[in-house]
């Protein structure tokens, strides 16, 4: 079950990279080209923040289970602060992804509730892109 859901987990990560991407780059337009907030912005928001959630459900499900990098931290967390790598996956990669969701679902809730389009683009555009950075950072690349 761990080989399948780590798997899922890393290939969500592209889903959320793409979608992400697209998003920002539409709300960045849209915000200073003065366009207007069209559907298609607010489903990218959607996907954008859903994905996240999914892959976020999925990181739960290997730090609190399946994953034997967190299992064995959690026996020793002195030992496992001491380790780097096991230190990323254990505190820094969860700590920052879940800051990354929350950033982005806030993002998504002050695009909907901006009283003009420009408003609605900028607020997409600066959470977004924060949320992006901070995925960025704590993806394990070499992984």
């Keep these: 079950m761990y080989p399948l859901v780590l798997t899922l987990h890393s290939l969500v990560r592209w889903a959320i990279v793409i979608v992400g991407i697209v998003a920002i780059v539409r709300a960045f337009m849209g915000w ?3 366009k ?3 559907q ?3 489903r990218l928001g959607l996907a954008f923040t859903s994905i996240m959630d999914l892959n ?3 990181g ?3 730090y609190v289970v399946l994953s034997p990098i967190t299992t064995g931290a959690f026996k020793d967390m002195g030992a496992a ?3 780097s790598s096991v230190r990323f996956f254990a505190v820094e990669h969860i700590l920052v992804m879940i800051i990354a969701v929350v950033v982005a679902h806030i993002g998504r809730s002050r695009s909907k509730k901006a009283a003009n389009d420009t408003g609605k683009h900028k607020q ?3 959470f977004f892109t924060a949320a992006m950075v901070l995925v960025l950072l704590a993806i394990p ?3």
């Design 32 to 34: 200073r080209g003065g």
């Design 36 to 38: 207007p907030w069209a």
């Design 40 to 42: 298609l912005d607010d």
């Design 56 to 58: 976020l459900l999925l």
């Design 60 to 62: 739960l499900l290997l």
């Design 81 to 83: 602060m001491g380790n």
């Design 124 to 126: 997409a555009a600066i």
């Design 141 to 143: 690349w070499p992984f």
